[in-house]
């Protein structure tokens, strides 16, 4: 691999007033280690609500290494590494989280895999402290099932916290799908892979901002846009339930015409509710892929950016007034606005 010259983090950020000097702290310490290399600390604000966006503003004026973007609505962790990726320019690029559970100081380890010619390091959680009974053994069902499902082998207990190379980079900005499972779809692009494992720790600050809702999120993205078995499972049991169907209707005609026709109006009901519900989930999962088609059809904007700080070419379109669309980067609309 040639020499590494320039090196990209993104951290995504939700209402991280608590962690996120903390983190810039540690990311400058970790630059201060590589004189020879130059950094860029690219911070995306997924439409916080606390005091964020002001200390993120504040750092951009005193460092130029930091990068802001600032969006003008919620979009989601996953998007949001997304914007990164689509303004990063570095020969090696990071993702991690804001709360410090995914510590920059393993940079190190991570180069030695890059310049044993890996073009993705996957940072596998060998221990995960302060996490739960529940969410452990969820995640581990998580990945059994959906590896399963897709017939690929996505890391099991690896996050967002991976690096990866320049022409992993190139090719990960193609991907416009609007549901995202970027784990996986590391996973699927190919490049040479590898794990690093770590202990990972508890939270510097503040409470995580992964409700069970959004989890469930996106195990159900990860479902969808990994695998169209769903699909096959209800072609399967739909040939299967009417092949029953068939015998049943066969030992209704027999018994007719054999005058042994009994009253069975438990057994009617009971078919017919469970053959309402199997109708009723195989709509719902066929609604499911329907809509991420119908929603990937309009081409909509993956995000909206508000403001930026220290990424030239986004100010100077957003100075303009313009929007801008290429294969790399979609939608970017709005005026500079002051959030001092």
């Known amino acids: 691999m040639q020499r590494i010259k320039y090196i990209s983090y993104i951290i995504p950020c939700y209402n991280e007033e608590l962690t996120i000097n903390a983190c810039y702290e540690s990311l400058s310490h970790v630059a201060n280690d590589f004189p020879q290399v130059e950094f860029e600390f690219i911070f995306v604000n997924d439409a916080s609500s606390d005091g964020t966006p002001f200390i993120l503003n504040r750092l951009s004026e005193s460092d130029g290494r930091v990068k802001v973007i600032h969006f003008a609505c919620n979009k989601g962790h996953q998007i949001a590494v997304t914007a990164g990726l689509d303004f990063a320019s570095g020969d090696v690029t990071l993702i991690m989280d804001a709360d410090l559970q995914d510590p920059p100081e393993l940079l190190t380890q991570i180069l030695e895999k890059i310049r044993e010619g890996y073009d993705i390091v996957h940072m596998q959680r060998r221990y995960r402290s302060g996490e739960s009974w529940f969410k452990l053994s969820t995640a581990h069902f998580f990945y059994k099932i959906i590896n399963w499902f897709s017939g690929e082998q996505i890391v099991e207990n690896c996050g967002d916290f991976r690096?990866?190379?320049?022409?992993?980079?190139?090719?990960?900005?193609?991907?416009?799908?609007?549901?995202?499972?970027?784990?996986?779809?590391?996973?699927?692009?190919?490049?040479?892979?590898?794990?690093?494992?770590?202990?990972?720790?508890?939270?510097?600050?503040?409470?995580?901002?992964?409700?069970?809702?959004?989890?469930?999120?996106?195990?159900?993205?990860?479902?969808?846009?990994?695998?169209?078995?769903?699909?096959?499972?209800?072609?399967?049991?739909?040939?299967?339930?009417?092949?029953?169907?068939?015998?049943?209707?066969?030992?209704?005609?027999?018994?007719?015409?054999?005058?042994?026709?009994?009253?069975?109006?438990?057994?009617?009901?009971?078919?017919?509710?469970?053959?309402?519900?199997?109708?009723?989930?195989?709509?719902?999962?066929?609604?499911?892929?329907?809509?991420?088609?119908?929603?990937?059809?309009?081409?909509?904007?993956?995000?909206?950016?508000?403001?930026?700080?220290?990424?030239?070419?986004?100010?100077?379109?957003?100075?303009?007034?313009?929007?801008?669309?290429?294969?790399?980067?979609?939608?970017?609309?709005?005026?500079?606005k002051e959030m001092n």
């Not at 409700?211 to 209800?234: C, D, E, H, Q, W």
Request: proline share 2%; aromatic share 14%; charged share 20%.
């Open 163 to 336: 690096a990866i190379s320049k022409p992993v980079l190139n090719t990960i900005k193609r991907f416009r799908e609007p549901h995202r499972f970027l784990r996986g779809l590391f996973t699927r692009v190919g490049y040479r892979q590898c794990i690093l494992q770590y202990d990972r720790k508890e939270r510097f600050a503040g409470r995580s901002k992964y409700t069970l809702y959004k989890m469930v999120s996106l195990a159900i993205n990860g479902f969808l846009s990994m695998s169209a078995v769903p699909l096959r499972i209800i072609t399967v049991s739909s040939m299967f339930f009417w092949g029953v169907s068939i015998l049943v209707l066969i030992k209704a005609v027999v018994e007719y015409f054999m005058d042994k026709t009994v009253a069975g109006w438990t057994s009617l009901v009971f078919l017919m509710t469970f053959y309402s519900g199997i109708i009723t989930i195989s709509l719902a999962i066929i609604g499911l892929y329907v809509g991420r088609i119908f929603e990937q059809g309009q081409h909509r904007p993956l995000y909206l950016i508000a403001d930026v700080r220290n990424i030239d070419r986004l100010e100077k379109e957003l100075q303009k007034g313009l929007s801008s669309s290429s294969d790399f980067w979609v939608g970017i609309y709005g005026n500079i």
